[in-house]
T-cell receptor, first 116, second 112 residues
Framework: NAGVMQNPRHLVRRRGQEARLRCSPMKGHSHVYWYRQLPEEGLKFMVY????????ESGMPKERFSAEFPKEGPSILRIQQVVRGDSAAYFC??????????????FGEGSWLTVV | RKEVEQDPGPFNVPEGATVAFNCTYS??????FFWYRQDCRKEPKLLMSVYSSGNEDGRFTAQLNRASQYISLLIRDSKLSDSATYLCVVNMRRTGRRALTFGSGTRLQVQP
């Protein structure tokens, strides 16, 4: 099954440490999205990337958060100096060209970050 | 105004009931529409696409009204397993920004 693969599935970090979340898109998909879901809240868009390009980062916090999707390898969401409020589920999704009507996105199972 | 708006619920219905969710979107240039389902502590999964002519998949019926910029999802004969959050998703044609926009979801709880 060549679905969207995320790892780690669960990650525990102490306050001040760094968290790195990885996402490999579905085969044939070149567009990647990251979403965050806080406990008991809805899905919040963070960033949209194509290979080597950030297309839309309007949902990314201004500090400590960064994302990349290199030419080779998975997309990485990096959170520096984590705080308790970063504890959440981070979902990655991928799609073929989303501008094509009818195309939609498919999610990975998520990475659950707990900051202690 | 949010780009995609949904009633957050929760909708509490008995088994066997018919329940309808509504969703409105602000961008008239929106091209395609979807309903996703998200179970507790799971990823959202595509439930069905929404076509202009309306479409049905078993107990689920989706409708689109472009003039009113309104999408609906009807669930007939509700099952306990239908309990989940239902997300309305709109694909808007625009460059430089993500095309797909998610509503915040409507929570359904089907009770025995």
């Amino acid at each position: 099954n060549a679905g969207v693969m995320q790892n780690p599935r669960h990650l525990v970090r102490r306050r001040g440490q760094e968290a790195r979340l990885r996402c490999s898109p579905m085969k044939g998909h070149s567009h990647v999205y990251w979403y965050r879901q806080l406990p008991e809240e809805g899905l919040k868009f963070m960033v949209y990337l194509q290979k080597e390009n950030i297309i839309d980062e309007s949902g990314m916090p201004k500090e400590r958060f960064s994302a990349e999707f290199p030419k080779e390898g998975p997309s990485i969401l990096r959170i520096q100096q984590v705080v308790r409020g970063d504890s959440a589920a981070y979902f990655c999704a991928s799609s073929p060209a989303p501008e094509v009507s009818g195309n939609t996105i498919y999610f990975g199972e998520g990475s659950w970050l707990t900051v202690v | 105004r949010k780009e995609v708006e949904q009633d957050p619920g929760p909708f509490n219905v008995p088994e066997g009931a018919t329940v309808a969710f509504n969703c409105t979107y602000s961008n008239s240039a929106s091209q395609s529409f979807f309903w996703y389902r998200q179970d507790c502590r799971k990823e959202p999964k595509l439930l069905m696409s929404v076509y202009s002519s309306g479409n049905e998949d078993g107990r689920f019926t989706a409708q689109l009204n472009r003039a009113s910029q309104y999408i609906s999802l009807l669930i007939r004969d509700s099952k306990l397993s239908d309990s989940a959050t239902y997300l309305c998703v709109v694909n808007m044609r625009r460059t430089g920004r993500r095309a797909l926009t998610f509503g915040s979801g409507t929570r359904l709880q089907v009770q025995p």
